[in-house]
């Protein structure tokens, strides 16, 4: 019995080789006229030519804000309004009250920002717009804005500031040499800050500073 069942299994193992080698199931491999066509198919769809798929980088132009704010005038620059300037606002013969409670000349106006932190540079007063913070605390006496004041541009020298225009680099060291401030008051709101300030708000300030000597 076990004979039979052995040869019966042999019998089938050969049958089924046989088939195997007439129905040969290996994969055909490419050839040339393959690759004809599927460049031929490729060229037809378009898909060859990719360069169009990519940006040209060097042409690319900035953003339109960026663009915009490479136009606008640094802080302590002639303007008309606000949208000419950084600090998005123009101090004029018009808005100086602002200021001292009292008008004063800006020939061409003033690109600046009021209300500014002495203590923390903003993208409204600070290095990037060309801004200093002047303290107007000692002109104002309100201690709720004891650390605001007006934004001015900063200089070292008269050339720094429009002098045709009657601006000039102002050391606020120069009140303690006049007896107008105590070294203290001048340490504690301007440690030898020097602005371009207009002849007009200048001649404010030394007003104001002198009438409050006599007092005293």
Known sequence: MRCIILIYLLVNTSLFLASCQKDDISPRP??????????????QDGDTDLEHDFPDLEKESEPPELEEEASLKLVGEACQNGNECLSRFCLTDTNSDLVMDDYFSIPNGYCSAMYCDILTPTK??????????????????????????????????DDDCR???GMRCFNTELWVAQGLLSE???????????TCIPAGLLNLFNRFLEERSSVE
Not at 33 to 42: A, G, N, P, Q, T
Not at 139 to 145: A, I, L, W, Y
Not at 186 to 193: F, G, I, P, V, W
């Open 30 to 43: 490419f050839s040339d006229s393959d690759f004809d066509r599927e460049e031929v198919e490729c060229e």
């Open 124 to 157: 409204t007063c600070g290095f990037d717009v060309g801004g200093a913070c002047f303290s107007l605390w000692l002109f104002n006496g309100v201690e709720e804005e004891r650390f605001l004041g007006v934004c001015l541009h900063p200089c070292e020298k």
């Open 184 to 194: 203290k008051e001048e340490r504690t709101n301007y440690s030898a800050l020097k």
């Open 163 to 165: 002098q045709d225009e």
